[in-house]
Nanobody
C-alpha cells in the first residue's frame, strides 16, 4: 500500500554528476528519517547519506564532500545529488525510510527497490 520509488540512476563517466530521487506513494503522515544506501556485487550494503525529519544530515566518509542529501519541495521526497563520481561509487542505490507513519500503520523500516548507478573510468 505504501512504497518508496527511486529514480535517476544510469551510466556516467568518472567525474560526472547524477541526481537520484526517492518518492513515496500512498498517504504518508510522517517519516522520522530517510537515507540512501548502496550495494555492489559481493559487497555489504552501506549507508551513504541520511537525513532526519529535522534536517540533520550524515554521510559516509567515502562520499562526504561529493554527495548531498536533501528534502524536496514536495512532501516526503528526498534527493541525492552525486558529484565527482568515481568508479567505486558504482552500485545499486536504495532509498530507505524509518518510522514511516500512515493513517493505518507505522513502518519501522521501509526500502525501495533500488536504482543502478554505473560509473566508468
Amino acid at each position: 500500500q505504501v512504497k518508496l520509488v527511486e529514480s535517476g540512476g544510469g551510466s556516467v563517466q568518472a567525474g560526472g554528476s547524477l541526481r537520484l530521487s526517492c518518492a513515496t506513494s500512498g498517504s504518508i503522515f510522517s517519516i522520522n528519517a530517510m537515507g540512501w544506501y548502496r550495494q555492489s556485487p559481493g559487497k555489504q550494503r552501506e549507508m551513504v547519506a541520511g537525513i532526519t525529519s529535522g534536517g540533520s544530515t550524515v554521510y559516509a566518509d567515502s562520499v562526504k564532500g561529493r554527495f548531498t542529501i536533501s528534502e524536496g519541495s514536495a512532501k516526503n521526497t528526498v534527493f541525492l545529488q552525486m558529484n565527482s563520481l568515481k568508479p567505486e561509487d558504482t552500485g545499486v542505490y536504495y532509498c530507505n525510510a524509518v518510522r514511516l507513519v500512515t493513517r493505518d500503520d507505522t513502518y519501522p523500516e521501509l526500502w525501495g527497490q533500488g536504482t543502478l548507478v554505473t560509473v566508468s573510468s
